[in-house]
């Protein structure tokens, strides 16, 4: 989840044929190009599958205005056990306008966090 001007450019609602076409095709990069902005070791095999990618109006306490956040979910299957490895994002090269990705890794066996701040930054499964 973030907030849409990091990904469209704007937090609003899109009010013309522009930005809905602006809106349009940054979504769908996100969508469809996931799996260069968050990698996994090429050796892994691993596929990425969005769930949803979308915008939607939200509400930021304490901000006055209308306010829209990207929410957007993957599904990701490995041929090989990702664990050892590593995950490394380079979402800023791709939207400059977020400056920190907050990632929260669940798993059975592993629970760890990153602020990712710049672009390469990594996460090790280990």
Do not use: Y
Not at 23 to 47: N, R, Y
Not at 84 to 91: A, E, L, P, R, V
Not at 96 to 109: C, F, N, Q, T, Y
Request: aromatic share 4%.
């Amino acid at each position: 989840q973030a907030a849409a001007d990091g990904i469209v450019g704007f937090e609003h609602q899109p009010k013309s044929a522009a930005q809905k076409d602006h809106q349009t095709k940054a979504l769908a990069k996100l969508s469809d190009q996931i799996s260069k902005m968050v990698s996994f070791d090429p050796a892994l095999g691993c596929v990425w599958s969005p769930d949803h990618v979308e915008m939607k109006p939200s509400s930021h306490e304490g901000e006055a205005g209308e306010h829209a956040d990207v929410d957007a979910s993957w599904n990701v299957t490995c041929k090989q056990d990702p664990m050892g490895s590593k995950i490394t994002f380079h979402i800023q090269k791709a939207f400059p306008g977020l400056k920190e990705v907050s990632v929260l890794l669940l798993d059975a066996a592993l629970q760890k966090t990153v602020d990712a701040r710049h672009d390469g930054a990594s996460l090790e499964l280990k």
